[in-house]
């Protein structure tokens, strides 16, 4: 079974910190995932990475970046936090041109 | 108009119900279809997977896609409490592609 697990599952920072969200899957796949999934709005694709030291801006990348040093890792950075950034982060990942994702459990982050 | 639409419920039903989860798209070059389990607190699980149109069974679950109608759904039989959660339909053209996601359905079977 695929395996993604995010470091954390519930996360309270202030406002103006960085913050760094970890995700780590064991099945070498290629892309990776950052969503945030907030009431009403549903999921929403902040970045993704298909390769290493690759990535490209999802549907809302602002006031985000991400790292992918490693094949299997991959981090999703507040560089200052705001509290509508308050939400349910999710990190998922898939093979190179295949379906389905594979979801982590989540970060329920607070930004106070 | 959303891309793929879900109706957010909640649907209430006694245990042991057969209950019917729906999702309607606009787009009609999706051909792959998922559907997700979201327990509370937790990140979404995949529960069925198909490609293209008709049916594909697992245990309880049954996932039927009508691609000239432009729906899917998925069925669960005997539904127990354990059943009770959101349910995401997701969906993309491509085996590469981005996933478009439904909103949610939560389901509450109640004993």
């Known amino acids: 079974d695929v395996k993604v697990t995010q470091s954390s599952r519930y996360l309270v920072k202030r406002t103006g910190e960085k913050v760094f969200l970890e995700c780590v899957q064991d099945?070498?796949?290629?892309?990776m995932f950052w969503y945030r999934q907030d009431p009403g709005l549903g999921l929403r694709l902040i970045y993704f990475s298909y390769d290493v030291k690759m990535k490209e801006k999802g549907d809302i990348p602002e006031g985000y970046s991400v790292s992918r040093e490693k094949k299997e890792r991959f981090s999703l950075i507040l560089e200052s936090a705001s509290t509508n950034q308050t939400s349910m982060y999710l990190c998922?990942?898939?093979?190179?041109?295949?379906?389905?994702?594979?979801f982590g459990d989540g970060t329920r982050l607070s930004i106070l | 108009q959303k891309e793929v639409e879900q109706d957010p419920g909640p649907l209430s039903v006694p245990e042991g119900a057969i209950v019917s989860l729906n999702c309607t798209y606009s787009n009609s070059a999706f051909q792959y279809f998922m559907w997700y389990r979201q327990y509370s607190r937790k990140g979404p699980e995949l529960l069925m997977y198909?490609?293209?149109?008709g049916n594909k069974e697992d245990g309880r679950f049954t996932a039927q896609v009508d691609k000239s109608s432009k729906y899917i759904s998925l069925f669960i039989r005997d539904s127990q409490p354990s059943d009770s959660a959101t349910y995401l339909c997701a969906m993309s053209a491509y085996a590469g592609n981005m996933l478009t996601f439904g909103g949610g359905t939560r389901l509450m079977v109640k004993p």
């Open positions: 099945m070498d796949h290629e892309n």
């Open positions: 198909t490609y293209s149109s």
């Open positions: 998922a990942s898939r093979a190179q041109g295949s379906q389905p994702q594979h």
